[in-house]
């Protein structure tokens, strides 16, 4: 079965301890995105990749890091996670950004406090 | 910069209704849009993506138009049940390789 799998589905932590959040598809495909889902605020993209080692920002890329040593893999990094990190994450991939459908993870609800 | 709209923000009608889900988007550019659906407490789910070169897509009961020279899309729901009640979501994608999101319309159906 074709998916996007985000893990953990729920997160609490505290201020500044370092999290990933981890990101993997199982459809080959070479574009990976990561978004954030706040009230009031909709789904805004966090940072994406084209293809390994080839990482770009977002519209709201302040306080995390991303890598894309695998084509699978995506993972969100939260080096020094703040209570205004506190979101909905969702982990998206398509084969053709722009051009072919996009599978989106079941998120991540992480707290900060 | 593109920005999407859905209207209305909710919608609750009895079940078996027809009804429409409209989105408007401003940037003229040539990208594809999709609809999805967002169950509380899930993730997203692909409806049904329109190729800019397309006019409208069907998936069972879901229909989905595309009208370029308006800026709009709606997404139609034949014979509405009680499992429809979700958010609705459109999507259009930009140039910087980004989904821009609408917020989404808020379904309830009534059995």
């Known amino acids: 079965e074709a998916q996007v799998t985000q893990n953990p589905r729920y997160l609490i932590t505290v201020t500044g301890k370092k999290l990933t959040v981890t990101c993997s598809q199982n459809m080959n495909h070479e574009y990976m995105s990561w978004y954030r889902q706040d009230p009031g605020l909709g789904l805004r993209q966090i940072y994406y990749s084209m293809n390994v080692e080839v990482t770009d920002k977002g519209d709201v890329p302040e306080g995390y890091k991303v890598s894309r040593k695998e084509k699978r893999n995506f993972p969100l990094i939260l080096e020094s996670p703040s209570p205004n990190q506190t979101s909905l994450y969702f982990c998206?991939?398509?084969?053709?950004?722009?051009?072919?459908?996009?599978?989106f993870g079941q998120g991540t609800r992480l707290t900060v406090v | 910069k593109q920005e999407v709209t859905q209207i209305p923000a909710a919608l609750s009608v009895p079940e078996g209704e027809n009804l429409v889900l409209n989105c408007s988007f401003t940037d003229s550019a040539i990208y594809n849009l999709q609809w999805f659906r967002q169950d509380p407490g899930k993730g997203l789910t692909s409806l049904l993506l329109?190729?800019?070169?397309?006019r409208e897509q069907t998936s069972g009961r879901l229909n989905a138009s595309l009208d370029k020279s308006s800026g709009r899309s709606t997404l139609y729901i034949a014979a509405s049940q009680p499992g429809d009640s979700a958010t609705y979501l459109c999507a259009r994608w930009t140039g910087r390789r980004a989904l821009t999101f609408g917020s989404g319309t808020r379904l309830q159906v009534q059995p």
């Open positions: 998206a991939s398509s084969s053709s950004p722009g051009g072919t459908e996009a599978f």
């Open positions: 329109i190729q800019s070169s397309q």
